[in-house]
T-cell receptor, first 114, second 114 residues
Framework: AQKITQTQPGMFVQEKEAVTLDCTYD???????LFWYKQPSSGEMIFLIY??????QNATEGRYSLNFQKARKSANLVISASQLGDSAMYFC???????????FGGGTRLMVKP | AAGVIQSPRHLIKEKRETATLKCYPI?????VYWYQQGPGQDPQFLIS???????DKGSIPDRFSAQQFSDYHSELNMSSLELGDSALYFC?????????????FGSGTRLTVV
């Protein structure tokens, strides 16, 4: 079974609007961490935001916020006030307690329209 | 701030040749991770090292080997290259295997096997 599922292969959003990128995960660990990364066309992997499984507050980093719903096992990324530079591939990833590696979802390609 | 340095940025090799990718972690980071991202794929964990010892192993082919040196830099050695090895290879580092924010990725090495 997929550990990280991103159901939106591609999305369009109008500049200045907010957009939500979906991520659901599957783990039996009590302690785990969830990450979102941005990968522009240049290829580098840019860290955006992190949520720990025991964090009660949703993580926020500037225009990025993580809508963490533990019971539903979802960790959606919300980007407010989209900018043209936000056009990129976005990956959700999880680190489980059992190991140190990240498991990535299939990614969502976001395209911001002017 | 110093980031994770990977070299070379691009590499073209022929089938059956050997390639060596290098990763220089952020200063004082003692844990290094290697990932492989095929075209249109999500990154897949290969292997990690903590304090110069292998700490986790993922889907790394037997033709590949890696090590971490006394200065904490790491090298991924790939032999008998196949066309399917063409991918973006990421290295990431963290200050310990258990730091949730730990992952900082390098810009990647793009390997093309012809």
């Amino acid at each position: 079974a997929q550990k990280i599922t991103q159901t939106q292969p591609g999305m369009f959003v109008q500049e200045k609007e907010a957009v939500t990128l979906d991520c659901t995960y599957d783990t039996s660990d009590q302690s785990y961490g969830l990450f979102w990364y941005k990968q522009p066309s240049s290829g580098e992997m840019i860290f955006l935001i992190y949520q720990g499984s025991y964090d009660e507050q949703n993580a926020t980093e500037g225009r990025y916020s993580l809508n963490f719903q533990k019971a539903r096992k979802s960790a959606n990324l919300v980007i407010s006030a989209s900018q043209l530079g936000d056009s990129a591939m976005y990956f959700c990833a999880m680190r489980e307690n059992a190991g140190n590696m990240l498991t990535f979802g299939g990614g969502t390609r976001l395209m911001v329209k002017p | 701030a110093a980031g994770v340095i990977q070299s070379p940025r691009h590499l073209i090799k022929e089938k059956r040749e050997t390639a060596t990718l290098k990763c220089y972690p952020i200063p004082r980071h003692d844990t290094v991770y290697w990932y492989q991202q095929g075209p249109g794929q999500d990154p897949q964990f290969l292997i990690s090292f903590y304090e110069k010892m292998q700490s986790d192993k993922g889907s790394i082919p037997d033709r590949f080997s890696a090590q971490q040196f006394s200065d904490y830099h790491s090298e991924l050695n790939m032999s008998s290259l196949e066309l399917g090895d063409s991918a973006l290879y990421f290295c990431a580092s963290s200050s310990s295997p258990r730091v949730p924010y730990g992952y900082t990725f390098g810009s990647g090495t793009r390997l093309t096997v012809v």
